[in-house]
């Protein structure tokens, strides 16, 4: 079963290669979407793939690197938009 989220992360999460983290582990999951920095110091993930990868995403996501700080962590589903490869995107 495929599924797809949109995942917000507050938190220390800028400035200590958390994008970096998670675009190493959405390709070691098979994980498709994008990670960004969002400019209110968030960190914004839209992940889909195989519902136990994802599930496995959102796991790590809560870990973070060794240096993050997690605070919250806020996942809304989102439609299966069938995207193709993971990128981090940079504004």
Known sequence: ?????????TGTVQGVFFRDFIKEQA??????????NLE????????????????KMIELCQKGPKHAQ??????KPEK???VKNFKILHF
């Open 70 to 75: 997690i605070r919250n962590i806020e996942i």
């Open 40 to 55: 209110d110091g968030r960190i914004e993930i839209f992940a889909e793939g195989d519902a136990n990868d994802v599930n």
């Open 27 to 36: 390709e070691r999951l098979n994980i498709k979407g994008f990670t960004r």
């Open 80 to 82: 299966y938009q069938d």
């Open 1 to 9: 079963m495929k599924k797809s989220v949109r995942i917000y992360i």
